[in-house]
């Protein structure tokens, strides 16, 4: 009787958990002919194609933008399908977009209830006390360009959007709504300024509503640095990083990560791979294998946890090859600096010192189109010769802008050794050229980090080399006498001044003859080139 009324109490827990579990999901991704839905009027709402996020049509995904209205005043209206959620308590509307309209225009969004007898309600504003959104902007129920300013350049009403402005929305409707028939609206008003329809509008991307009898509360899915989106100049393979995180008391299952490789508008290629955890119980890699150049990949990971709550976040990249560069040296700053300094670049005040310095993309080529770096020479600037021993140049490509305090290992960090020996410093002011040992290949839009250390050098004399003043802490360097462990030891000191550097280029060429592209598999001991990706340049 006690096994029975065991087996019995089983099959209740079991039904209540599957009841507790019920819900409906209605998507719009927009890549389709949107059932139910009414753009008004029709023409200030058109397909786009440019800015997307994956949907239902890998290969020809599409968003919805809407446009400003010409007259100051006027309004375009967007009207979702009906969604019945009378048989649940909890309800969860969210959707993906970019908001690129003036600051005196405005979004908002409504939505009205059934009243009965099939009829609709009149139209009321979303509350703020349901936005669950990361805006804090959002203050009076509205949205612009001034949402996210930074992202969306809220300054610069002419601004083209990129595939990095996407941002999700959630509003959680539980105690807005009551369990009903519902339905929502767009609605993008021109405010009282003319000429500002000249901005680009307001896309919409990935609209869904979630209903459940237990509370929705999606776990936190966000892609971790470093990054792969829009442009890669690496044909991989790529390892994609995430946070995965729980917001409900039930753990997170393991996450997925989705793929799918297109080139030339075919499928070629799709997986969903189990995401490995890295450390904590919310830090997750997946890696998407390489594919040559020209492959567009699609990607998603999907967190869920074992209530049924979830999140998608999306990205894509393309490989391709980076767009020419210059050949010929670069000097930085192009005016040149008069500061002196016994150290940066090189301690030759101690026999003992480390630097580094970041010279930023921009600064190396006019389009931050990179190249194979050959050369490096520092500006010096003494009355006699001088010979320093055991110097060592080390090179990264990094995507900040300013140091930090501490010395830092550059094997450890990453660098590659692009030349060591003995630096001959010839008299007067001069550029005091190494020709590297390892040419470096900086891609598009990095900043290059350049490591200087010399290690229980001869020392000879206190020998000056120029430098020039920056806004923000671009270098770093420390050093003594005592010993090299405590060289390092020592925090050293941030400066203002930057030495004065010269690099010689060689960058790619656009003409029939130039060479393309060779995928270098080198094995992970292997410390040359910082990238799997080699690029020739031949004339």
Same mark, same amino acid.
């Given at each position: 009787?006690?096994?029975?009324?065991?087996?019995?109490?089983?099959?209740?827990?079991?039904? !209540?958990?599957?009841?507790?579990?019920?819900?409906?999901?209605?998507?719009?991704?927009?890549?389709?002919?949107?059932?139910?839905?009414?753009?008004?009027?029709?023409?200030?709402?058109?397909?786009?194609?440019?800015?997307?996020?994956?949907?239902?049509?890998? @290969?020809?995904?599409?968003?919805?933008?809407?446009?400003?209205?010409?007259?100051?005043?006027?309004?375009?209206?967007?009207?979702?399908?009906?969604?019945?959620?009378?048989?649940?308590?909890? *309800?969860?509307?969210? +959707?993906?977009?970019?908001?690129?309209?003036?600051? @005196?225009?405005?979004?908002?969004?409504?939505?009205?209830?059934?009243?009965?007898?099939?009829?609709?309600?009149?139209?009321?504003?979303?509350?703020?006390?349901?936005?669950?959104?990361?805006?804090?902007?959002?203050?009076?129920?509205?949205?612009?360009?001034?949402?996210?300013?930074?992202?969306? !350049?809220?300054?610069?009403?002419?601004?083209?959007?990129?595939?990095?402005?996407?941002?999700?929305?959630?509003? *959680?409707?539980?105690?807005?709504?009551?369990?009903?028939?519902?339905?929502?609206?767009?609605?993008?008003?021109?405010?009282?300024?003319?000429?500002?329809?000249?901005?680009?509008?307001?896309?919409?991307?990935?609209?869904?509503?979630?209903?459940?009898?237990?509370?929705?509360?999606?776990?936190?899915?966000?892609?971790?640095?470093?990054?792969?989106?829009?442009?890669?100049?690496?044909?991989?393979?790529?390892?994609?990083?995430?946070?995965?995180?729980?917001?409900?008391?039930?753990?997170?299952?393991?996450? +997925?990560?989705?793929?799918?490789?297109?080139?030339?508008?075919?499928?070629?290629?799709?997986?969903?791979?189990?995401?490995?955890?890295?450390?904590?119980?919310?830090?997750?890699?997946?890696?998407? $294998?390489?594919?040559?150049?020209?492959?567009?990949?699609?990607?998603?990971?999907?967190?869920?946890? @074992?209530?049924?709550?979830?999140?998608?976040? +999306?990205?894509?990249?393309? *490989?391709?090859? $980076?767009?020419?560069?210059? @050949?010929?040296?670069? !000097?930085?700053?192009?005016?040149?600096?008069?500061?002196?300094?016994?150290?940066?670049?090189?301690?030759?005040?101690?026999?003992?010192?480390?630097?580094?310095? *970041?010279?930023?993309?921009?600064?190396?080529?006019?389009?931050?189109?990179?190249?194979?770096?050959?050369?490096?020479?520092?500006?010096?600037?003494?009355?006699?010769?001088?010979?320093?021993?055991?110097?060592?140049?080390?090179?990264?490509?990094?995507?900040?802008?300013?140091?930090?305090?501490?010395?830092?290992? $550059?094997?450890?960090?990453?660098?590659?050794?692009?030349?060591?020996?003995?630096?001959?410093?010839?008299?007067?002011?001069?550029?005091?050229?190494?020709?590297?040992?390892? $040419?470096?290949?900086?891609?598009?839009?990095?900043?290059?980090?350049?490591?200087?250390?010399? /290690?229980?050098?001869?020392?000879?004399?206190?020998?000056?080399?120029?430098?020039?003043?920056? !806004?923000?802490?671009?270098?770093?360097?420390?050093?003594?006498?005592?010993?090299?462990?405590?060289?390092?030891?020592?925090?050293?000191?941030?400066?203002?001044?930057?030495?004065?550097?010269?690099?010689?280029?060689?960058?790619?060429?656009?003409?029939?003859?130039?060479?393309?592209?060779?995928?270098?598999?080198?094995?992970?001991? /292997?410390?040359?080139?910082?990238?799997?990706?080699?690029?020739?340049?031949?004339?």
């Amino acid at each position: 009787m006690k096994r029975l009324l065991f087996l019995f109490t089983g099959m209740l827990l079991i039904m !209540q958990h599957s009841y507790s579990q019920q819900r409906d999901v209605w998507v719009e991704d927009f890549d389709g002919n949107m059932p139910g839905w009414t753009a008004s009027p029709p023409a200030a709402w058109r397909a786009n194609t440019v800015l997307t996020l994956p949907g239902s049509n890998i @290969t020809n995904p599409k968003s919805l933008l809407g446009l400003v209205p010409t007259n100051v005043g006027d309004s375009v209206t967007l009207e979702t399908a009906i969604y019945d959620c009378s048989d649940y308590d909890y *309800i969860i509307m969210s +959707f993906s977009h970019i908001c690129k309209i003036a600051l @005196t225009d405005e979004l908002r969004i409504e939505y009205r209830e059934d009243v009965g007898t099939g009829f609709m309600g009149r139209w009321q504003l979303l509350p703020r006390t349901a936005y669950n959104g990361a805006s804090a902007a959002y203050n009076n129920g509205r949205f612009n360009a001034a949402s996210y300013p930074t992202d969306w !350049q809220s300054t610069n009403n002419l601004a083209l959007p990129t595939q990095t402005w996407w941002k999700e929305e959630v509003f *959680i409707l539980d105690d807005v709504v009551p369990r009903g028939i519902i339905q929502f609206r767009f609605v993008l008003k021109h405010g009282n300024t003319a000429g500002t329809q000249a901005a680009y509008g307001w896309l919409i991307e990935n609209f869904s509503v979630v209903a459940a009898d237990y509370q929705i509360i999606p776990p936190t899915v966000q892609f971790v640095a470093p990054f792969k989106m829009d442009i890669i100049y690496s044909t991989g393979p790529h390892n994609i990083n995430a946070k995965v995180k729980t917001n409900s008391y039930a753990p997170i299952e393991i996450p +997925f990560l989705k793929y799918t490789a297109i080139l030339n508008g075919i499928t070629i290629a799709g997986d969903s791979i189990e995401m490995d955890m890295v450390r904590g119980d919310s830090l997750w890699v997946a890696t998407i $294998p390489q594919f040559e150049l020209g492959t567009k990949i699609v990607y998603s990971i999907t967190g869920k946890d @074992t209530l049924g709550n979830e999140a998608t976040a +999306f990205s894509e990249y393309t *490989i391709t090859l $980076p767009p020419p560069g210059e @050949t010929g040296y670069v !000097q930085i700053p192009t005016v040149l600096g008069n500061t002196t300094s016994t150290y940066p670049p090189i301690t030759t005040f101690y026999t003992n010192g480390w630097s580094r310095q *970041i010279y930023l993309a921009s600064e190396l080529s006019s389009t931050s189109a990179g190249g194979m770096i050959t050369e490096l020479a520092w500006d010096y600037n003494y009355a006699t010769p001088v010979v320093r021993t055991t110097q060592n140049c080390y090179f990264k490509a990094v995507s900040a802008a300013t140091v930090v305090t501490g010395y830092v290992d $550059p094997i450890a960090d990453g660098a590659t050794l692009v030349w060591s020996g003995t630096y001959n410093l010839p008299a007067g002011r001069t550029w005091a050229n190494i020709v590297l040992d390892v $040419p470096f290949l900086l891609l598009p839009g990095e900043n290059l980090m350049v490591y200087w250390t010399n /290690v229980n050098c001869t020392y000879n004399t206190s020998a000056t080399f120029n430098l020039h003043t920056q !806004q923000t802490y671009m270098t770093v360097a420390g050093g003594n006498d005592a010993s090299w462990a405590s060289a390092i030891a020592a925090a050293g000191s941030l400066y203002y001044t930057r030495p004065n550097a010269r690099f010689y280029f060689v960058g790619g060429t656009s003409d029939s003859s130039a060479a393309a592209m060779v995928s270098i598999d080198m094995p992970d001991t /292997v410390n040359m080139l910082p990238t799997s990706l080699c690029l020739l340049w031949l004339r």
